[in-house]
């Protein structure tokens, strides 16, 4: 992976960010990179229950991603509130290139991270999907790996946030909603150590289409 200036996260829901990447996104913050998240769906089914208030529930998740986002030194959120749940197609998410060549137009990311092509999750999957249709036009002027949630990939490179542990786990916890669900923090830890020694994330790049077209 490189070692990029600017680095755009797709994250379908917010903590997926955190989860996924968030120590190497500290770690990249750290080295005076600067991380723009964008979270793709609303997350109003991240509340089964009811536990929490609907009216303001999306918002509620936003203030919590960027709640975690301050404790990994990332600052730059965005969030596109796309209904979460209803599995889009390949026409719809062919809409999503469009917005994403002028989110990289605007930002001029060397490296973008997404969800992985394998993941259980509906709303991961179209967002992986979505990022394969933008490779497939070409479009894609960067480097785009996967990072994983919830499903296992096999690791193409690993990155040791050891060091970042701590933040990661402070992101965490400002995620109310949805500890209120789940221990984040034991799965956090389980996946981080499955691969070998110290706090591991682990990142499998997207497979970029074949193209003529010269760059
Ligand atoms: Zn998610």
Redesign the pocket.
Known sequence: MIEARRVLVLA??A??EVLGCGGTLALFAERGARVTVVVVFDGALGDPDGRFDGEGYAARRAAEARAGGAHLGVTSYRFWELPEGHAPSDAELRAFVPRLDALARELRPELVLAPWAGEA?A??RAVARAVELWLAEGAAPTEVWGYE?WSDLAPEHLVDVSGVWPAKLAALAEHDTQLAYRDLAAWCEARAHRLGAGALEAFRRFDVPVTTEVP
């Open positions: 379908p829901h903590d997926d999750h709303d991961h949630v």
